[in-house]
């Protein structure tokens, strides 16, 4: 399982929709969504702010991932952004990856 940080902005007409249903009730659609893709829920934050909204959640993979980013912007009620989150780890792997990078004017 991979794991990511959603963060989310309501446009006008998302909002509207989150003072009519609530917090909790969109808390529960996104729950259920990202479940019915084969992830899990870790949290759900509601924020004030430029973001209103950070969900840290596990799905299968990126393209999982993708595919739900894609159905949620699709649908017009918020603008998303997808993190991919790593754990200390799997940095401590990348680290030991053999990479030769030169760097511009070098």
Known sequence: MAKFLVTATYTIPGMEG???????????????LIENAG????????ALG?????VICEVPDTVTAAAL???????????????PLLTAEEID???RLPITYQPPGH
């Open 18 to 32: 989150l003072a009519k249903e609530g917090g909790t009730a969109r808390a529960e659609v996104i729950g259920s």
């Open 39 to 46: 992830g899990q829920v870790e949290a759900v934050y509601y």
């Open 50 to 54: 430029q973001v209103d909204l950070y």
């Open 69 to 83: 980013g894609i159905a949620v912007r699709a649908a017009g009620g918020v603008d998303t952004r997808t993190v």
């Open 93 to 95: 792997a990348a680290v």
